[in-house]
C-alpha cells in the first residue's frame, strides 16, 4: 500500500538582490518530480551535490512550499491541511538530519531532547513519559548512564542514535533519511546501517533515504531514484538499476564509484564538466552538455518520461530517436529555456 505519493513536484526560489528586493531570476531547485513509497520499504534517491535531493526532502516535510505538484501521505494531500490536521499528518513524518550535532540542542540533555517531542504533542507526562522515553533510548542501543548528558559529551554516531530516537518518539510511519552517515566513520557508519534495518523490520518503518554514497544506498534501499539538476532521471529496483543502468548520468555515477578489490581491474572514471545552471538551465536534456551519447534532438526537446517495465528513465535513448543520429554540439532553444554555451551557460544579456 503506497504511504507516501509524490506527484509532479517542483520547487522554484526568486533570488534575491537585496532586502525586500527580487532580481527577477527564478532558481529551478526541483523540477516536474514524481515517485511514491510503499509502507515498510526504503527508496534510495541519489545524485551530485546541489541536485536537489534534500528540496525534495524539505517540501515532502512542508519545511519549504512545493512551487507546484503535490504531496500525498497516506491518502491526505499535505498542500490542503491546516491547524490540528496538518499538525497531526506531519507527526507521521519525521526526519534524521546529516550532521549529528548541529541537528540537536547543546544546552538540552539527552532526556529532553528525546522527550520534547512527546511533551509538544501532548501525549505523554510523568511516569510514561519517563519510560517512553528510557524505551527509545535502549531501542538505539544507549541506556540510563547517558540519560542527562549533554550532546557534546557523546561521539557523531551516539548522536545520531540520539537523533533516531528523537524522530521515532513519535511513532512515525515515513522517516526521511538525510545523509545520516555521511558525516560519520565507516565502522560506525556499519552499525547504524544496521541499527536503522534494524528499526525498520521490527516497526514497519518507510525510509526516503538520501544519500550520495552509492554502496550505502545499494545496501539500504529496494527501489533507486537518481536526480540531476532538480530533476529524476531514472527510477527502478535497486538491483536492476545497479546491474544495468539505463540513464548515461546513472551509468557515469556507477563507474565513478572505486572497487575495494586491488585484484580487480577499475573503469573507474570521473564524470567531466559542471552541472547545468539552476538559474539559466540550458534547452533540451539536462545532462546533454556532459554525455558522450547526446544526440540532436538532445539539445532541442527536454526528453518525456519512458516508462520500461518497473523502470522509468527520462531520455531520448528510449524515445525513439536512434542513437545513430548522434551529433553532438547542436543547441536548439525551447520556450522557458534559454539556448547555452558549450559550458551550459546562457549567453550574456544587457538589459536595454
Given at each position: 500500500m503506497t504511504l507516501l505519493r509524490v506527484q509532479d513536484l517542483s520547487v522554484h526560489f526568486r533570488v534575491s538582490k537585496g532586502f525586500r528586493r527580487s532580481s527577477g531570476d527564478i532558481v529551478h531547485a526541483v523540477d516536474n518530480v514524481s515517485f511514491t513509497i510503499d509502507r515498510g520499504e526504503t527508496l534510495g534517491l541519489v545524485g551530485e551535490s546541489g541536485s536537489g535531493k534534500t528540496t525534495v526532502a524539505r517540501a515532502i516535510l512542508q519545511l519549504t512550499r512545493p512551487t507546484t505538484g503535490t504531496i500525498h501521505v497516506d491518502g491526505r494531500q499535505m498542500g490542503h491541511l491546516k491547524?490540528?490536521?496538518?499538525?497531526?499528518?506531519?507527526?507521521?513524518?519525521?526526519?534524521?538530519?546529516?550532521?549529528?550535532?548541529?541537528?540537536?540542542?547543546?544546552?538540552?540533555?539527552?532526556?529532553?531532547?528525546?522527550?520534547?517531542?512527546?511533551?509538544?504533542?501532548?501525549?505523554?507526562?510523568?511516569?510514561?513519559?519517563?519510560?517512553?522515553?528510557?524505551?527509545?533510548?535502549?531501542?538505539?542501543?544507549?541506556?540510563?548512564?547517558?540519560?542527562?548528558?549533554?550532546?557534546?559529551?557523546?561521539?557523531?554516531?551516539?548522536?545520531?542514535?540520539?537523533?533516531?530516537?528523537?524522530?521515532?518518539?513519535?511513532?512515525?510511519?515515513?522517516?526521511?533519511?538525510?545523509?545520516?552517515?555521511?558525516?560519520?566513520?565507516?565502522?560506525?557508519?556499519?552499525?547504524?546501517?544496521?541499527?536503522?534495518?534494524?528499526?525498520?523490520?521490527?516497526?514497519?518503518?518507510?525510509?526516503?533515504?538520501?544519500a550520495h554514497d552509492l554502496a550505502v544506498v545499494e545496501s539500504m534501499a529496494a527501489t533507486i531514484a537518481v536526480m540531476y539538476a532538480g530533476e529524476l532521471v531514472e527510477e527502478g529496483p535497486a538491483d536492476d538499476v545497479f546491474r544495468a543502468p539505463l540513464h548515461p548520468y546513472t551509468a557515469a555515477l556507477l563507474k565513478s564509484v572505486p572497487s575495494p578489490d586491488p585484484t580487480e581491474r577499475s573503469e573507474m572514471r570521473v564524470l567531466e564538466g559542471d552541472v547545468p545552471s539552476a538559474v539559466h538551465p540550458p534547452a533540451g536534456c539536462l545532462f546533454r552538455l556532459r554525455c558522450e551519447r547526446r544526440m540532436e534532438i538532445c539539445a532541442a526537446v527536454s526528453p518525456p518520461r519512458v516508462e520500461m517495465g518497473p523502470r522509468v528513465v527520462r531520455c531520448h535513448l528510449f524515445s525513439g530517436p536512434r542513437e545513430e543520429d548522434a551529433a553532438p554540439g547542436m543547441d536548439a532553444a525551447r520556450p522557458g529555456r534559454e539556448p547555452a554555451d558549450e559550458r551550459g551557460r546562457p549567453p550574456t544579456t544587457v538589459p536595454a
Open positions: 491547524g490540528r490536521a496538518r499538525r497531526d499528518a506531519m507527526r507521521h513524518v519525521q526526519i534524521v538530519f546529516q550532521d549529528p550535532y548541529s541537528s540537536l540542542n547543546p544546552r538540552m540533555t539527552v532526556h529532553n531532547i528525546i522527550a520534547e517531542p512527546l511533551q509538544a504533542y501532548g501525549r505523554m507526562r510523568g511516569a510514561e513519559l519517563e519510560a517512553r522515553v528510557m524505551s527509545l533510548l535502549e531501542m538505539v542501543g544507549l541506556g540510563t548512564q547517558h540519560l542527562w548528558r549533554r550532546p557534546h559529551e557523546f561521539s557523531g554516531g551516539q548522536c545520531q542514535r540520539i537523533a533516531i530516537a528523537r524522530a521515532l518518539a513519535l511513532e512515525p510511519r515515513l522517516v526521511v533519511l538525510d545523509e545520516p552517515t555521511s558525516a560519520l566513520d565507516v565502522s560506525v557508519q556499519a552499525r547504524i546501517l544496521v541499527l536503522l534495518k534494524e528499526l525498520q523490520s521490527r516497526l514497519g518503518l518507510a525510509y526516503l533515504f538520501i
